[in-house]
């Protein structure tokens, strides 16, 4: 499995950024992403133009747009065709969801506890969801300086609790991105075995194939036989198994701050337990019980001062 930094929440002045188009494609390639989607709120106008700006750049361009609307914000991507999301009632969410998935595009809900009314009217997700297995990612972190944020606490909680009902929905970061800045963000990385590709990249988000990090990346996968892994998003069996885990610090070079990004402790959790601790590593191999639920690794440390805070994390493998 190979993983690639790829931006999924960005906007230009096609909305309300800073960006131009060519300036995000330009900045996006500085940073040392791979991929970026373009999600300018309520239009698509600039795609277009950022398919070019993209290519000219070396990247791959992902067709996005973000719902803005006064019950909340959704991330669409990949669609292949048009959901109107003008008049869309709170109750009736699921009806926009069903039909994006029919045009072949996943949806997610962008910060999801953000602070809303009177500040940013509609930033809060207030839409009724009836089904939440048909939400395909949720923005667990979200902005500059996330582990630290209220909002993303609140936003990790939910999605535990949405895992722990058996929801699999996978968890990523946004940058939300509107202007070049100096600040510290969170990078989501998407894991392929083949060339990337936009609808690939579309494919291992509904499969759950995300890490998330503000340094270094932390993976793992699961040994089946002599030759074949459960790669993250996968499902397994239960008993008894060995869990490979890789932690890379070659990742984003130009975009976090390693003295102020301390690892610690590596931790397996399983069914929103920890199961396991071991010191930091590049690679190592534990052997846990697995029940039933789902199970994932993350990795603790020191955040700009502040220690015990979540550094990297990976979405789940399941367990039947």
């Not at 039909?99 to 595009?105: S, V």
Request: glycine share 8%.
């Amino acid at each position: 499995m190979n993983w690639h930094p790829v931006e999924l929440h960005t906007h230009t002045e096609h909305s309300d950024g800073d960006f131009t188009v060519r300036q995000l494609a330009k900045a996006a390639k500085a940073r040392g992403f791979e991929a970026v989607a373009l999600t300018d709120h309520n239009t698509s106008s600039g795609m277009q133009e950022f398919y070019k700006a993209a290519q000219r750049e070396g990247l791959i361009a992902i067709s996005g747009i973000e719902w803005t609307t006064y019950w909340g914000h959704m991330l669409v991507l990949g669609e292949q065709g048009y959901t109107d999301w003008r008049g869309v009632q709170p109750e009736r969410i699921d009806d926009a969801i069903a039909n994006i998935h029919k045009n072949r595009g996943i949806v997610g809900i962008a910060h999801p506890f953000a602070l809303s009314n009177p500040v940013n009217t509609g930033y809060h997700w207030e839409f009724q969801i009836a089904n939440w297995d048909a939400v395909d990612f949720l923005e667990v972190w979200s902005r500059d300086d996330a582990p630290r944020k209220i909002q993303s606490l609140r936003a990790f909680g939910l999605w535990e609790q949405l895992l722990s009902r058996g929801c699999r929905i996978t968890a990523t970061s946004g940058r939300d991105w509107h202007r070049e800045d100096s600040l510290a963000y969170a990078h989501t990385y998407i894991g392929t075995e083949q060339p990337l590709t936009p609808d690939g990249i579309v494919q291992a988000v509904r499969k759950g194939r995300v890490c998330l990090s503000v340094g270094p990346l932390l993976t793992m996968r699961i040994p089946l036989d002599m030759q074949t892994c459960a790669e993250i998003g996968d499902e397994i069996p239960d008993g008894l198994s060995e869990v490979e885990i890789f932690m890379q610090t070659h990742t984003m070079e130009r975009d976090w701050d390693r003295a102020q990004v301390v690892p610690k402790e590596i931790q397996l959790i399983h069914n929103g337990l920890v199961i396991k601790r071991c010191a930091v590593a590049a690679h190592q191999v534990l052997r846990v019980p697995l029940a039933a639920g789902w199970m994932r690794a993350d990795l603790i440390g020191e955040y700009y001062g502040k220690t015990e805070q979540h550094l990297a994390f990976t979405n789940p493998i399941f367990i039947r």
